[in-house]
């Protein structure tokens, strides 16, 4: 079955602890992408990743890490989380042949909690 | 720079009544329109896509939307609501020189018996 994973679907966790979220795909896709849902702002764009060592800063970059070191993978790091880090994370996927026109195929998400 | 923007946070219908969901989009060049649907405790689905072959567009569960160029508008419809319809839906755009997928604040659609 087609699909991205993403892990943890849930954390609690205190402020300055290093943490990562991974996220895999299996449509060998080469855009990646990661974004941050808060309520009434909808989806904004962390990073994104056209394709293997080739990452692009969104337009919510700000404490936020990414490695493309596989195709499929593309894990998301919080290097020093903040409260204001706390948000529901979603990663995506598309071919990249026209990221521009192609659907995004997501994960279910993953809650972060950062006290 | 390419925006979106989804009038009303909150549409509230009864169970067979028309729903209309509205996007109005902004783009320099010609955008390439998404709408997506997120039910609870998931990540969001295509419901469909513009990408400028015909400008009403078809998509799954029984929703439509129309591309109006003169009114910068892609607003999703469904004639009949079901219960099951009730999710947060969202209205995105692309195109031009970027790679970006720029999401609308998202419409929380209710559907009441």
């Known amino acids: 079955e087609a699909q991205v994973t993403q892990n943890p679907r849930y954390l609690i966790t205190v402020t300055g602890k290093k943490l990562t979220v991974t996220c895999s795909q299996n449509?060998?896709?080469?855009?990646m992408s990661w974004y941050r849902q808060d309520p009434g702002l909808g989806l904004r764009q962390i990073y994104y990743s056209m394709n293997v060592e080739v990452t692009d800063k969104g337009d919510v970059p700000e404490g936020y890490k990414v490695s493309r070191k596989e195709k499929r993978n593309f894990p998301l790091i919080l290097e020093s989380p903040s409260p204001n880090q706390t948000s529901l994370y979603f990663c995506?996927?598309?071919?990249?042949?026209?990221?521009?026109?192609?659907?995004?195929?997501f994960g279910d998400g993953t809650r972060l909690s950062i006290l | 720079a390419q925006s979106v923007t989804q009038l009303g946070s909150h549409v509230s219908v009864s169970e067979g009544a028309l729903v209309l969901l509205r996007c109005n989009y902004s783009s320099s060049v010609p955008p390439y329109l998404f709408w997506y649907v997120q039910y609870p405790n998931q990540g969001l689905q295509l419901l469909l896509k513009?990408?400028?072959?015909?400008?009403l567009v078809k998509g799954i569960n029984g929703f439509e939307a129309e591309f109006k160029k003169s009114e910068t508008s892609f607003h999703l419809t469904k004639p009949s609501a079901h219960m099951s319809d009730a999710a947060e839906y969202f209205c995105a755009v692309s195109g031009g020189n970027t790679d970006k997928l720029i999401f609308g604040t998202g419409t929380r659609l209710q559907v009441f018996p």
């Open positions: 513009y990408t400028s072959a015909a400008t």
């Open positions: 995506a996927s598309s071919p990249i042949s026209a990221a521009r026109n192609q659907p995004q195929h």
């Open positions: 449509m060998n896709h080469e855009y």
